[in-house]
């Protein structure tokens, strides 16, 4: 296959491509919904910031028109059908490309469910293009419309900053979730041992380790966006970029430190089990040692022996019980002194 | 929710924030408390050194405003806000930007207690932001009223450093707290082993895991301070920069210490009590052993076959006790030679 | 032995070395197969680019000559012939020069086969170096054939990125296959654990590093190839070097996410294995413990004591039977309660 | 506490500070034992390199009044008192400043002495701020005596490094010292097992790492003295720093190595004692399963059954005992063959 | 000890010291063995290149003259005599110093032999010290006898580079003999575990980590050594040395390769000899379990009441018969069901 042809990798899906148009300046927002592919060429080009919003990379055919109509390279083209591809930034003449991946957590599932998010910043334009519909840009779209801030002011690059704050925003709550399970697993191990479970357990570091892979490339991304020399992307933007930057540090760092945490519960799972059987072993083998000598004299006294003298003792039977409890009882004593039960 | 939004995140409070404010140069002090956030903005401008400390960062609105009256950009109010904010160190047009944790160690909940401090310094002026009202910049306040050393005569800089240098003083305190327990543990460890606790070096482990996530990151925080061209900073400050940095250092150097030793105590703890486990159970073991061959002769001449010639011999039952006590001490020998037992 | 003196150090091979050339500009194309060493000198320079594809590398005496045609210093030629090289890039005058692996993966056998490749890349012309005939070349020349794309049109550099990016497909495709079973191996963990197999895991553990160790050094390779100050790539080339690159990235990725996986597979194992054992002694230990005492109750009455008032009552072996039921029924009340069994 | 000002924090001493000082040039040399502080004041200055040697730092007074006399920035004074102070090199305006550890490892209680050692470098002048009374200069002493060398004749940088050298040379002593128990802790490994003791192998460990933290330091203070731009150092010392700054790094291999091996001591220790074990317990085991068997039969001819045949045939008693050697005969053959004992 | 003072550290020797010299250029060669230190003196100087080999580093007071003779720093003298220096590279003022560890593997011992090499190159000479005899540079001086290659017409640099090489291929047998036992000790380890030994593997542990102490600093030195601005070494020296750097890497990563098989091993060894030890405790512990019951139910019958109306039926000793067959069949059918046997 050649390089630069996109391949869409996902999981098959039958809807239409939904391609969803915000253009905006200063003083006026024009909002155009499900348009077609062919009417977003005449949007190329004009005054403000053009934003479009693709739900769907499964029409390789689109993203192809796409590409073609704002000059995109075609591995960028490849880069964005394929679901697969970890986060990274390009600086490619005329324009930035980043991707992402935004991250929900399936509380029922134990589950990460991770979401291809593409990002081409242009001169006036800002195209981002989503698996699945979804609410995440929601807010984004208000805030656009009800003219707060600066952001309908600025360029497209402060919007691109928009998308991945509200992106990285969703790791937080993620992460969080993620979290409040391994706490309670955590809270478990010294109240009800029995409720952890491995399997929770491996199931968690599974998926913590999977959210890491997705976030931990971004660290870089970041700091490279940051400090890059494109002319795409104005001082001003560069310090929201660093807040960014500044979130996804901090969602590593609790990544690690549940990660550390997950490590620990392991640890001291196995140690309490392996400590607590022992314990249980300890008593059982105890007392079948203490039987063990009480089970020999009985059996000493049921030999058919003709010559017994002790079997014809008047008190032989009641002096064969009390040299058995002091047997057992010697050995309890000495078992306990030595720690042993 | 737009980026720059100053939102609360620590525990509910109801306390009115108070505000104090220190005013000094090398001749005069004037020092004002609880004063109204309205009163603050007569303070901004004039001469000498303006100290301004908040305590209290849960009402956002008395944030904005103080971010208004000292032109403070909107991130850098969140992040005052936000008090699960990570130690950093951020460069902003006009002032500089710090967050750090205070950390207590409370011994009996064997628990770290963190303080989000904010502090942002300005030409002629330093605002510190503290979650609650405590006495740790008291030593402080008083070296400037008895105008001891050079803190009175020099700018907002090196009152910068006295306050993260007070900090930096409270993390040894505790630091050193922790590590107590921590020794004594490992001293436990070999003399009353039964003392020792896994939940107790789970729980040490999780404290001092935490205490590094909040000292680490001024590591590098102190060295950007130090190395940093803000013109805020003088020469002599970074000498004394460079000291608490040191500081931090030695801190980060112990805790890491710790955390060697707690693994070290963990991997002897499981080893010694699975070795005294081993010895306790061969023990017993040999003792069941012992028995077995025993019992089953016992056994033997407890059958009741008609003819077993053994059962009439005149000294057969003194025979057959002849031969148990060989069997057991033939294999009592055999063990301990074997260094089984 | 001199230094640049090419050793085949690969497995003993007698066919004969296959050399296969390809001369094409945007226009033409001349394609030769198999042609014999000494027509290949009249080869060398001419218009266009020049690939030439050598099959087998064991004999050194064609290498050797090959070597003098193009230039080619000896110490090239001894890493060509090298097949236990591993991944290098470097920059000699005139030419640049590349060692790869291919890899398959064996599915049946578990196994991965590494070929070496080298490929030496100069003006106007461009060598590659097989182990074995293979197609993984075919759709490079296939496209070469049909003149589509940039190939055709563009220099010897693009045509290096071209089989790169062939053998870096041919990774994915071998990770992903290595893969499958270790997903597989994970799913049985938890649901037919006596099917995981721990020199399965150990197998697949050691193929992965394998794997790993070839590709790694890839990383470096490329991002040096990439970021070289040789003439021979183009500025257009790089930004197709970026994209192989971040294959080879995302390839190490995965790998090292299939390693923390296969950890986690045999540290679950060996924890669930062990619970599992515990679980079984317990139960079987408890049981033995419950008969203790009643083999001992039996054997009291076993006793041939003259005198033993119990043996004599009306109802004494009925109620023997009701104690030994009720210590038996006891223990087993006492050892659910302890949550033992 | 204002910082800068000294606080010794090391063990309650009551000697007198002992302060001695030597003052050489190439040609003269002039030796002052225990003068007094006052009188020191009188030798700041003057021709040739002045040594000052203070024998104790728990007098903060007399560290203030040097520290006056030889215009030593407040926070070094802090740093000299300070005994728990890492290892560090600083660039002071007008002198230079380091703090190293010497060691001493006192093999009989299998520990570590630290003692701290602070060196000020000025033009013409060194001060050197030992802990204790030692001899570990005696031999840079006797050489300036002799005028052996070139230590006469240069500046007060070399001097500095004879100081370091004399130092560093006390490393390799501990270190082999401590080598020495551990090669024997190896050694009794595979021949006494039973002399292996895990708390001496946690001992060994704990002092190594104690080790490591106080000389890893040195690592880079040494290398940023070396290339320190500082006027003081001349070229020709650079090259002995770089000497001593080498066996540094060698004493850190040396650490890291015994490091290494007492992890493998560690989990041979444990792999090995855990194979015994199972040894012993699975002999142990075999023993009791083997006469299992036998004690049901004699137990079944214990039976009291009017109806037993074989209890009253000719060769019953023959029969089951012939029976039960079979068994026990069989089950031997087995376990044998199956590799179980 | 006055630094620079040359120490011999290894073992004790009583052989003379041999010097051998190699005068050389394009033309002529002329031949010396074993001279006179005092004849030396006279080869300083002079046409072509020479190159003195220097057999036993035993002799200080021969190694402080020839360091005289060729102008050699004192601390390069002490680094020769020091049989236990680490690798390194160091660029004096008119030479190179270089100091190598040449390894032989002895097979039957399983250990690594380490002799101390250190090679001097300045313009035209070069001087090589070696600790014992040994024919490792016989290839090299029939090279330069047979002026073959480039050696003979090449400067001393080349002359270094050959050394080297022959030096770092003499790692290539060293470390894939040692391969070939690890890789036989995993064959072992899933044909016939009881060959696998676990103090072997320990062996082998310590054998590579000795291994590795001396070839890592290696990769430093020769990136240094090849980037160095010495204009003792040409460019194409340079070229030459980044193949000897690349032997090294290569060298490495076989070293880290193997280093992780073993560790692979180990876990697999103990994971293996666990599970099956567990296996076996499964086993016996079951079959106790089985003649548990059992043994209870014939002790019954042993009991010597007067009234046990079981006795006395007919088929009462048949009756119990069946009974304890179906609980021993009941038993093993439940076991075997549960997975347990």
Known sequence: MEPGTPI???????ERVQIDVMRFDGETLCELQDIAIDSLSAQVGGSGVLWVNVTGVHDVEILRRIGEFFDIHPL???DIANTDQRPKFEDYPGYIFCVLNMIRYDKTANEIALEHLSIVVGKGYLISFQEEPGDVFDGVRERLRQSKGKLRTSGSDLCMYALMDAIVDGYFVAVETLGDGIEACEDNLFT???KVDLAQVHGYKREILDFRKSVWPLRDELSMLERSESELITKET????????DHVIQVI???DSYLGQLGNIHD???????????????V???????FNPLTFIVGVYGMNFDNMPEL???????????????VAAGLFILFKKSKWI
């Open 8 to 14: 869409y990798v996902g999981e098959n899906r039958s």
């Open 76 to 78: 960028t083209v490849e």
């Open 192 to 194: 009800q041992m029995d």
């Open 238 to 245: 560069r310090v929201y970029l660093r807040d960014v930057h």
């Open 253 to 255: 760092d609790m990544i």
């Open 268 to 282: 001291t799972y196995l140690s309490m089990s392996s400590n607590r059987m022992n314990e249980i072993m300890k």
């Open 284 to 290: 059982l083998t105890t007392i079948a040692t203490i």
């Open 312 to 326: 014809h003792w008047a008190y032989g039977y009641a002096l064969v019980w009390i040299v058995m409890i002091a």
